[in-house]
């Protein structure tokens, strides 16, 4: 395929898919412009007309992994149904979205929390996807702690949550540790004990 092949507007989408497909098999590390063109089927040069450098492909790379993470969060709220707000998005439901999208897509989420993409702030739409993520977790945490513990701050109880839930996610994916070296049956089954023993009342649903 050259570059005439590309209807207008569908380069940009063959060169993103071409670089996730890079990124997932052989990580940061392996993904360069010219691989990414390569493999899309065009010349190096038509890649320039859609991203204006590498930090630009991979800001746009972790701003879907974020927006992917959001989603893999609500589905597992949604799965878990509930009567109120505070089960429906409970810390539970969106560790197990957060884990399960990590363990899915390790080479994205690496990235996606990784030091390439430098200064957020140069790319907007990445930093509004990954805090949408930490707000979902942030809301969550809010709410129980309002209820349960007026006197801590919403903000450094969300940022436990979300180390909690984020060094999980890590452990995991760097192999230091497994449902079997905690001796429970599956990562579903970690992750809700991991949750019980900071956030998770006795009582609440899983």
């Not at 859609?50 to 930090?55: G, T, V």
Request: a neutral charge.
């Amino acid at each position: 395929m050259n570059d005439r092949n590309y209807h207008h507007g569908n380069l940009r989408e063959a060169l993103t898919e071409a670089a996730q497909d890079i990124l997932a098999t052989g990580g940061v590390e392996a993904l360069s412009l010219r691989k990414v063109a390569l493999k899309a089927g065009v010349s190096p040069t038509a890649l320039y007309s859609h991203f204006k450098d590498k930090r630009a492909l991979l800001a746009l790379l972790a701003t879907r992994g974020f927006e992917q993470l959001s989603a893999y969060m609500e589905t597992e709220t949604h799965k878990a149904g509930s009567s109120s707000d505070t089960d429906a998005f409970s810390l539970l439901s969106l560790a197990r979205g957060y884990v399960k999208f990590a363990v899915e897509n390790a080479e994205l989420f690496r990235l996606m929390f990784g030091q390439e993409v430098g200064n957020l702030r140069d790319f907007p739409e990445l930093a509004e996807a990954g805090s949408k993520c930490y707000a979902m977790m942030a809301d969550c945490v809010a709410t129980r702690v309002n209820i349960n513990n007026p006197a801590t701050s919403p903000t450094v109880a969300a940022t436990a949550a979300w180390s909690l839930v984020h060094g999980l996610a890590t452990l995991i994916n760097d192999g230091r540790v497994s449902a079997n070296s905690c001796g429970v049956t599956s990562n579903d089954e970690m992750i809700r004990q991991v949750c019980q023993t900071l956030f998770v009342r006795a009582g609440d649903r899983a």
